[in-house]
T-cell receptor
Framework: DAGVTQSPTHLIKTRGQQVTLRCSPK?????VSWYQQALGQGPQFIFQ???????QRGNFPDRFSGHQYPNYSSELNVNALLLGDSALYLC??????????????FGQGTRLTVV | GDSVTQMEGPVTLSEEAFLTINCTYT??????LFWYVQYPGEGLQLLLK?????DKGSNKGFEATYRKETTSFHLEKGSVQVSDSAVYFC?????????FGKGTTLSVSS
């Protein structure tokens, strides 16, 4: 079992550009959530996808958008990049949306640097 | 709003010392509580969880008890090892999203 895989592991972008990050969930999982982890901080919830729809969203602007494909893989898109978007972006997958009776598995993350 | 507060780090201990990392929460409902660990260069791993008051989560010698009266979920281990060096995050969930604390860095020396 490969677990949650994210790509790329690192990338550098220029302010104003757009970026797409990718996530393949753990085998058998149908729900994908995205988190932003700034340096020295805890992860912050961006949004969650289930059945190819955004189900819940954290306090992030519309520049952050996503998609989930029929095979449950997911993308995070960020438009008009700002320096403050530099962070580790984590993908988490789970079976079902609720976390009371299931576990979220995290990928190793994509380190985004905006210059 | 809902939030988690955990003790500032870094925490530096000698091998076999006793560990406590304090965590308190504020929540509008009845959350599930979690401790996650992040080893250098790796993603977050669930260490333990508790879903209702007075539940004790335990794993790999770590323990934490869900205390509703003090809104706390302190992490403890009786004897730490060098391999326990990592960043520890306390988190809560009221449904689908995890709300994390800022993390506490633990460094254990031999």
């Amino acid at each position: 079992d490969a677990g949650v895989t994210q790509s790329p592991t690192h990338l550098i972008k220029t302010r104003g550009q757009q970026v797409t990050l990718r996530c393949s969930p753990k085998s058998g999982h149908d729900t994908v959530s995205w988190y932003q982890q700034a340096l020295g901080q805890g992860p912050q919830f961006i949004f969650q996808y289930y059945e190819e729809e955004e189900r819940q969203r954290g306090n992030f602007p519309d520049r952050f958008s996503g998609h989930q494909y029929p095979n449950y893989s997911s993308e995070l898109n960020v438009n008009a990049l700002l320096l403050g978007d530099s962070a580790l972006y984590l993908c988490a997958s789970s079976l079902g949306q609720g976390l009371r009776n299931t576990e979220a598995f995290f990928g190793q993350g994509t380190r985004l640097t905006v210059v | 709003g809902d939030s988690v507060t955990q003790m500032e780090g870094p925490v530096t201990l000698s091998e076999e010392a006793f560990l406590t990392i304090n965590c308190t929460y504020t929540a509008t409902g009845y959350p599930s509580l979690f401790w996650y660990v992040q080893y250098p260069g790796e993603g977050l791993q669930l260490l333990l969880k508790a879903t209702k008051a007075d539940d004790k989560g335990s794993n790999k010698g770590f323990e934490a008890t869900y205390r509703k009266e003090t809104t706390s979920f302190h992490l403890e281990k009786g004897s730490v090892q060098v391999s326990d060096s990592a960043v520890y995050f306390c988190a809560l969930s009221l449904g689908t999203a995890l709300i994390f604390g800022k993390g506490t860095t633990l460094s254990v020396s031999s």
